[in-house]
C-alpha cells in the first residue's frame, strides 16, 4: 500500500497499469480504478460488497473522454453539458455497447461526471475515466477522513490519498433519455440547475 498527493505522477502511473485506491473527489473520499479496466472495476465491486447490478458513477478529464465509452450526444444533451459541467452534478447517459456490459450492468446507461477541483482534473487527464464509488461498504457511512476510510479498507487497496475531512453531499444525479431531464438524486442542487432542468 502506497500515500501518495493527488499530483504525483506516480500515482497515475499507478492508476494506469491497474491499481485500485481511495482519493479525495470533489465530493467524498472516493475508491478509484480505471473505468477501461473490467479488472479494477470488479475489484471495487468486491471491496465495496457492491450489489453487482448498481453502476458506478464514471470520472472524466474532458467531453472527448464519453466517446470513449461510444457516448452520443444530440445537440440538445451538449448544450445542457456545456451549461452544468464542470461541476457537482453526474449525468446518467444511454450506453447500449454490449463492450461495456461489465460497467452498465446490463441497464444499457452510464453516470458521468466532470468535475471543477483542478488537481483531480489533471490526475484524469492523466489516467482516464475513472470509476469513482464513494469509499465506504455499501450501506455504511461515507467515509469523511483517511482514517475512517483506513478502518474500512485496510491494506485491501493499493493506494491512499489524504485530503483533509471532507464532508460534502454526493453529487445530483439527473437522467438524459431521449431528450428529456429527469432528477435522479438531489445534491446541492443550485438554481441555474433548477432552471435546467425543469423549464
Not at 52 to 76: N, Y
Not at 113 to 138: C, D, F, H, M, Y
Not at 147 to 155: L, N, P
Amino acid at each position: 500500500m502506497e500515500s501518495y498527493k493527488i499530483k504525483d505522477l506516480k500515482l497515475a502511473v499507478a492508476i494506469k497499469n491497474g491499481a485500485v485506491g481511495v482519493l479525495p473527489t470533489d465530493t467524498l473520499y472516493g475508491i478509484v480504478g480505471q473505468a477501461e479496466s473490467k479488472k479494477a472495476v470488479e475489484k471495487i465491486y468486491n471491496l465495496k460488497e457492491r450489489n453487482s447490478q448498481k453502476p458506478f458513477i464514471i470520472l472524466i478529464g474532458a467531453f472527448l473522454d464519453l466517446q470513449k465509452f461510444e457516448i452520443r450526444l444530440d445537440e440538445k444533451t451538449k448544450k445542457f453539458l456545456d451549461q452544468i459541467w464542470p461541476g457537482k452534478v453526474s449525468v446518467i447517459l444511454p450506453c447500449e455497447s454490449k463492450k461495456f456490459e461489465y460497467l452498465h450492468r446490463g441497464k444499457k446507461s452510464l453516470a458521468f461526471r466532470l468535475p471543477a477541483a483542478k488537481n483531480l482534473i489533471k490526475l484524469l487527464q492523466k489516467t482516464g475515466p475513472l470509476v469513482a464509488p464513494s469509499a465506504n461498504p455499501e450501506g455504511q457511512k461515507p467515509a469523511e477522513t483517511i482514517k475512517e476510510v483506513k478502518k474500512y479498507f485496510g491494506e485491501e487497496v493499493d493506494f491512499y490519498v489524504a485530503g483533509g475531512r471532507l464532508k460534502g453531499v454526493p453529487s445530483t444525479m439527473v437522467e438524459i433519455k431521449k431528450g428529456k431531464i429527469d432528477l435522479i438524486r438531489e445534491g446541492k442542487l443550485s438554481k441555474k440547475l433548477k432552471r435546467l432542468i425543469y423549464n
